[in-house]
């Protein structure tokens, strides 16, 4: 199983970026599918983004798209979530996801989570 280790996150105006970054050990994480999900308070955890092993095929929550880009480096065992024009309907805790189903059943190895705040 992958282990997943969270960094970024934090505080944000609206209109403003913030990157998240997910630290993966093992081998196993170059030849899985990986995404990211999502939080809010008193809300079920909600599909954000995933891509392929390759990181050619790449899917969004129409409530992101155009805002927000998965992308991942292998040779580093990194995944990242590139977020850009935010809102405050995404504050959340977000989740990176390793061994996901494309595109958005979860596989069992989670991050920790990370807080994101987006002031009006």
């Known amino acids: 199983q992958v282990q997943l280790v969270q960094s970024g996150g934090g505080l944000v105006q609206a209109g403003g970026s913030l990157t998240l970054s997910c630290a993966a050990s093992g081998q196993t994480f170059r030849s899985v599918a990986v995404g990211w999900f999502r939080q809010a308070p008193g809300k079920e955890r909600d599909f954000v983004a995933s891509?392929?092993?390759?990181?050619?095929?790449?899917y969004y929550a129409d409530s992101v798209k155009g805002r927000f880009t998965i992308s991942r480096d292998n040779s580093k065992n990194m995944m990242y979530l590139k977020m850009n024009s935010l809102k405050p309907e995404d504050t959340a805790v977000y989740y990176c996801?390793?061994?996901?189903?494309?595109?958005?059943?979860?596989?069992?190895?989670w991050g920790q989570g990370t807080q994101v705040t987006v002031s009006s």
């Open positions: 891509q392929d092993w390759f990181g050619a095929l790449k």
């Open positions: 996801n390793a061994d996901l189903q494309l595109p958005f059943r979860p596989g069992d190895s």
